[in-house]
């Protein structure tokens, strides 16, 4: 209920106010983002130059606000500035490691990207029901903590390899 | 301290033991020690870098749990460590130092995780801690603790344990194999010192210690031994110089003791002397009544004596003489003088210098007045007495009578039966004269006579209260008689006579002067004919002045050729012709004219004159010979006999005085015949037989003179080495009357038996010649053939001879061996009007 309450909040937020809640959820998440890229290999072919950034795309709704922003500032991934982007369409996902979509625009992005063929995306998404087969991982909220789902062969799908530590971490993995 | 003392007086078993256990467990124990620290070093080295190790692959792997804040995955990589059995706890704590995880071994949960440091280890409390930053990249994610059980103390609580045991162990074992080299040391050290104890307490320089180790304690017993080496031939040295000197000294003490003599000692720096107890007690005084100044000594010599005594004692001092030898007169306490002997050695000291003189002093008062062998007086006791008889018969007048006594042949006794024999005999002759004496007290005489031994055979009596010259001549017929008597000496019998002079007082004023009258009236009763008495007259002196001067004439008429020859033909009876010549001294006297060789042969054999004599003779007689063969040829060649007188036969040079006379002169060995008498022999016949045996040895003739008249046994001549017997003329004299035959045949047998040839001595009858030829015997000497020619007659009669020989020859064509030569003494033409009766036939 209160998450509810958070998502909601966190909507609201992107047009300007911190809901502490909502966004140590989100900081959480954000964190896990960046975390996420820690524990990833991507393929040769995403980057152009070492020196490129690691991008972090936030498709449709932006839940993450600031904190977002906040953890990747300055931080690197292995040689790549970290930065985050905001995109709205699913076309612009060019140059993006990873792509988090957010619930709303879940189903067109798959098509999308279905559709382009692009790999290299670690995209990450929020399913609340069901079983996403689309992303890579799915964050879910388990007793107040955040947890994520690993799909492996979408992983592979997308020429990502997964450390095992993080596989171990995950509720599910998919194969 | 007491320590210390304790220290020194260990001895060196402990110490090597204390060394050596020190030594062990020193090196042990630093070993220990280092291995120890450095054990625990390592240990804890190992334990951090196994733990951080640990924490560094669980912070690695709790990277992503603490990334996505995923306690569970963080629990469950702790939980690996379970089996991990020394890690008793592990937290992870988040970036901001808050546990995140925790895990606990034992179940027992602490209340709280232990508080966050920084990175690394830390032990505390028995346990270690390390703690890892977990980090992913550059970000910090958090700490991991790992706690494990510092079981390093258990390791090392066991590693000590170990390290006991060993250390025990291996001190156990040095001690037991160092007490080997411990002993080799010790024993030696005590085996030595053992020696030196057992040397030192029983006194024995002659153990040595074993060298049962070299080195420097080989090295200590050698010296030891050496020490030891030296010690024993000092002390050995010193023993024998003080067994050498306790000899000496017991010796002397002995000697002092059996002499009875007394001692003086004489230290001239504090002047005084020691007189022994027995030199007091001769004196007369009390063990030490003397004190000990040498006045004692000097005060008491005799007067007379004392200038002397005095000189001979600054001699002996001095070192001019060896030793003092003197003998003189001391005052006895009882105021008589004794006779005295003292000797003396000077004490010299290291630097040569005389301080001291000691010596014995002996007691001769009897020596001086009694002769030792038969008892009787001497012959200073006689001087003295006779001193005061003449004193007395000047003050109260009166007659005494100074008897002396010779014994007769005493010297032919003394040599041919031996000393002891003659001892003997003497002995008994003084009990016989005391005898006599005895007997012969005048009536109311106060004074017995004195009877005295003056020395040698020589006795003599001093008579007192003589009336005249009768008395005196009892009592020498009646020792004479006495006399008679045969004498038992050594089992036999023997007879003995003397002859005694008598002399007067009134012919002297002095001792001398009797007692010379006494001897001159002696001398001439044995000139007269032995066993008789003579009584001293005036001319009697003139006789003795006669005799003395004939020897003192004698000694010069050797060198001043008064002595000559004289030569008696030997013939042999078968053909009267001459064989050899006797030659018989004669002394041709500037004022006596010729002397026959009784006048003047007795006076020289009782000196070493008839030595001399004896010697030219024996010279004289060769050369002579030796001339003659030259001159006279004859085959066989003339010999020449000479006598040799006893004294001659005992004179060592007799050997060496033949060989070198018949070198000088050339003449042949066989040729010279030395006689000597039968008497002379018997004296000592060993002695004799080898002096004859080694004549025999230079080839001479020997010949026994006057046989049958000595004391011999016939057995014994045929030890003897003799080649011919010449037969005494007492019994050639009794030839034709009783058993003179007999004997002289006996003689014969004896002399044919041992294949001697015998010549007849003193033959002055044609029935003796033919009595001689009768019974076998060879050859003869006497009147009836020829009485001593002298030199020059002996001569002419050769040159004779030897012209008939040639004249011989020639007509008989020179056959000289058909004829013998030949000079019929007695008739000197008779052989050779023989010959020419032959030849004209």
């Given at each position: 209920m209160v998450l509810r309450l958070?998502?909601?909040?966190?909507?609201?937020?992107?047009?300007?106010?911190?809901?502490?809640?909502?966004?140590?959820?989100?900081?959480?998440?954000?964190?896990?983002?960046?975390?996420?890229?820690?524990?990833?290999?991507?393929?040769?072919?995403?980057?152009?130059?070492?020196?490129?950034?690691f991008t972090i795309c936030v498709l449709g709704q932006d839940p993450f606000g600031r904190s977002l922003d906040d953890a990747v500032a300055g931080k690197l991934i292995a040689t790549h500035p970290i930065a985050a982007r905001r995109i709205a369409d699913a076309r612009l996902t060019t140059g993006c490691q990873i792509l988090y979509v957010s619930s709303s625009q879940q189903k067109h992005v798959f098509s999308i990207l279905a559709a382009g063929k692009q790999t290299g995306i670690l995209t990450v998404g929020e399913a609340r029901d069901g079983t996403p087969e689309d992303v890579v991982i799915n964050l879910t909220l388990e007793q107040g903590k955040v947890r994520f789902e690993i799909n492996l062969r979408k992983a592979n799908e997308e020429k990502l390899h997964i450390s095992a530590r993080l596989l171990s971490l995950a509720t599910v993995v998919r194969k | 301290m007491k320590l210390k003392g304790a220290i020194a007086n260990s001895s060196i078993r402990a110490r090597l033991s204390v060394l050596i256990i020190l030594n062990s467990?020193?090196?042990?124990?630093?070993?220990?020690?280092?291995?120890?620290g450095y054990e625990t070093y390592q240990q804890r080295q190992a334990a951090t870098r196994e733990l951080s190790a640990n924490a560094g692959i669980l912070a690695e792997s709790a990277t992503a749990a603490l990334s996505f804040n995923d306690e569970h995955a963080a629990a469950q990589i702790l939980a690996a460590l379970r089996g991990d059995q020394n890690i008793v706890e592990a937290v992870i704590y988040d970036r901001y130092g808050l546990p995140f995880s925790?895990?606990?071994?034992?179940?027992?949960?602490?209340?709280?995780?232990?508080?966050?440091?920084?990175?690394?280890?830390?032990?505390?409390?028995?346990?270690?801690?390390?703690?890892?930053?977990?980090?992913?990249?550059?970000?910090?994610?958090?700490?991991?603790?790992?706690?494990?059980?510092?079981?390093?103390?258990?390791?090392?609580?066991?590693?000590?344990?170990?390290?006991?045991?060993?250390?025990?162990?291996?001190?156990?074992?040095?001690?037991?194999?160092?007490?080997?080299?411990?002993?080799?040391?010790?024993?030696?050290?005590?085996?030595?010192?053992?020696?030196?104890?057992?040397?030192?307490?029983?006194?024995?320089?002659?153990?040595?210690?074993?060298?049962?180790?070299?080195?420097?304690?080989?090295?200590?017993?050698?010296?030891?031994?050496?020490?030891?080496?030296?010690?024993?031939?000092?002390?050995?040295?010193?023993?024998?110089?003080?067994?050498?000197?306790?000899?000496?000294?017991?010796?002397?003490?002995?000697?002092?003791?059996?002499?009875?003599?007394?001692?003086?000692?004489?230290?001239?720096?504090?002047?005084?002397?020691?007189?022994?107890?027995?030199?007091?007690?001769?004196?007369?005084?009390?063990?030490?009544?003397?004190?000990?100044?040498?006045?004692?000594?000097?005060?008491?010599?005799?007067?007379s004596d004392r200038e002397r005594v005095m000189q001979e004692a600054c001699e002996a001092w001095d070192g001019r003489k060896p030793l003092l030898t003197t003998e003189y007169r001391m005052r006895h306490k009882n105021g008589s003088f004794i006779w005295v002997?003292?000797?003396?050695?000077?004490?010299?000291?290291?630097?040569?210098?005389?301080?001291?003189?000691?010596?014995?002093?002996?007691?001769?008062?009897?020596?001086?007045?009694?002769?030792?062998?038969?008892?009787?007086?001497?012959?200073?006791?006689?001087?003295?007495?006779?001193?005061?008889?003449?004193?007395?018969?000047?003050?109260?007048?009166?007659?005494?009578?100074?008897?002396?006594?010779?014994?007769?042949?005493?010297?032919?006794?003394?040599?041919?039966?031996?000393?002891?024999?003659?001892?003997?005999?003497?002995?008994?002759?003084?009990?016989?004269?005391?005898?006599?004496?005895?007997?012969?007290?005048?009536?109311g005489n106060g004074n017995a006579s004195v009877i005295a031994r003056l020395g040698g055979d020589e006795f003599s009596i001093l008579l007192y209260d003589v009336r005249d010259e009768g008395d005196a001549i009892i009592l020498a017929e009646r020792i004479l008689e006495k006399l008679k008597a045969p004498f038992q000496i050594e089992g036999r019998q023997m007879f003995a006579s003397a002859s005694v002079g008598i002399a007067l007082s009134s012919s002297g004023e002095t001792p001398e002067d009797l007692m010379r009258n006494a001897d001159t009236a002696m001398y001439q009763a044995k000139a007269k004919g032995k066993s008789r008495y003579e009584v001293f007259n005036e001319q009697m002196r003139e006789l003795a002045m006669a005799r003395l001067e004939i020897e003192t004439d004698l000694r010069k008429a050797i060198d001043e050729r008064q002595l000559v020859l004289y030569y008696q033909a030997e013939v042999s009876l078968s053909n009267h012709r001459t064989i050899g010549y006797e030659a018989l001294v004669r002394w041709n006297h500037p004022t006596r004219g010729i002397l026959s060789p009784a006048e003047f042969v007795p006076v020289a054999e009782e000196s070493d004159l008839i030595v001399h004599l004896g010697r030219w003779v024996l010279r004289e007689a060769c050369r002579q010979m030796a001339v003659w063969h030259e001159r006279y040829p004859c085959e066989p060649p003339l010999t020449i006999s000479v006598n040799v007188s006893p004294r001659q036969l005992s004179d060592p040079r007799l050997l060496q005085d033949v060989e070198d006379v018949l070198a000088e002169t050339g003449l042949s060995p066989r040729c010279l015949h030395l006689e000597v008498t039968e008497s002379s022999i018997m004296g000592n016949p060993d002695a004799a037989l080898t002096t004859l045996r080694r004549l025999k040895l230079l080839n001479v003739g020997l010949e026994i003179d006057d046989f049958g008249t000595?004391?011999?046994?016939?057995?014994?001549?045929?030890?003897?080495?003799?080649?011919?017997?010449?037969?005494?003329?007492?019994?050639?004299?009794e030839l034709g009357f009783g058993e003179g035959s007999?004997?002289?045949?006996?003689?014969?047998?004896?002399?044919?038996?041992?294949?001697?040839?015998?010549?007849?001595?003193?033959?002055?009858?044609?029935?003796?010649?033919?009595?001689?030829?009768?019974?076998?015997?060879?050859?003869?000497?006497?009147?009836?053939?020829?009485?001593?020619?002298?030199?020059?007659?002996?001569?002419?009669?050769?040159?004779?001879?030897?012209?008939?020989?040639?004249?011989?020859?020639?007509?008989?064509?020179?056959?000289?061996?058909?004829?013998?030569?030949?000079?019929?003494?007695?008739?000197?033409?008779?052989?050779?009007?023989?010959?020419?009766?032959?030849?004209?036939?």
């Open positions: 958070s998502l909601a909040m966190v909507l609201a937020a992107q047009f300007g106010g911190d809901l502490r809640a909502q966004l140590d959820e989100y900081q959480v998440k954000a964190a896990f983002l960046q975390n996420f890229a820690k524990f990833i290999e991507w393929p040769a072919e995403a980057f152009s130059s070492p020196s490129e950034p | 467990s020193l090196a042990l124990l630093l070993a220990g020690v280092a291995l120890f925790r895990y606990q071994r034992d179940g027992k949960l602490r209340s709280s995780s232990p508080p966050l440091r920084p990175a690394g280890a830390y032990f505390e409390n028995g346990t270690l801690l390390a703690f890892q930053s977990i980090n992913l990249g550059p970000d910090r994610l958090g700490t991991i603790l790992l706690r494990s059980t510092n079981d390093v103390y258990d390791r090392l609580r066991r590693f000590i344990v170990i390290v006991c045991v060993v250390m025990i162990l291996s001190l156990g074992l040095s001690v037991l194999l160092g007490s080997r080299t411990q002993r080799s040391i010790a024993n030696p050290i005590t085996a030595l010192s053992v020696v030196a104890r057992r040397v030192s307490v029983e006194k024995d320089y002659s153990v040595r210690a074993s060298r049962i180790t070299g080195g420097e304690i080989g090295s200590l017993i050698d010296s030891f031994n050496d020490m030891l080496t030296r010690i024993e031939a000092h002390e050995t040295a010193r023993q024998t110089a003080e067994e050498s000197l306790r000899e000496s000294e017991e010796r002397y003490a002995l000697a002092a003791r059996g002499a009875n003599d007394g001692l003086w000692d004489w230290k001239l720096s504090t002047n005084k002397m020691y007189f022994s107890p027995r030199w007091n007690q001769m004196l007369g005084y009390e063990d030490a009544e003397l004190g000990t100044s040498p006045e004692e000594w000097f005060s008491r010599i005799h007067p002997l003292t000797r003396g050695l000077a004490v010299r000291d290291d630097k040569g210098g005389t301080d001291r003189m000691a010596g014995s002093q002996t007691d001769i008062t009897e020596g001086k007045i009694a002769d030792p062998l038969t008892a009787l007086p001497n012959r200073l006791y006689f001087t003295d007495r006779l001193d005061s008889a003449i004193e007395t018969a000047h003050q109260h007048g009166g007659l005494f009578a100074v008897l002396f006594l010779d014994l007769d042949k005493f010297k032919l006794v003394n040599d041919s039966l031996g000393h002891a024999a003659g001892d003997e005999l003497l002995m008994g002759v003084a009990l016989r004269l005391r005898l006599s004496a005895f007997a012969s007290v005048p009536e000595g004391y011999s046994s016939l057995s014994c001549l045929h030890l003897l080495p003799f080649d011919t017997v010449k037969i005494d003329r007492s019994f050639i004299k007999e004997i002289v045949r006996t003689i014969l047998a004896l002399a044919r038996s041992l294949d001697m040839s015998v010549v007849a001595e003193g033959v002055e009858t044609k029935e003796q010649t033919h009595t001689l030829t009768d019974l076998g015997c060879n050859f003869a000497q006497g009147y009836y053939f020829s009485k001593p020619k002298s030199c020059q007659t002996t001569e002419a009669l050769l040159e004779e001879r030897s012209q008939l020989h040639h004249a011989f020859n020639l007509l008989q064509g020179g056959n000289p061996a058909g004829i013998p030569p030949g000079n019929p003494p007695g008739n000197p033409g008779l052989e050779y009007q023989r010959k020419t009766e032959l030849m004209a036939s």
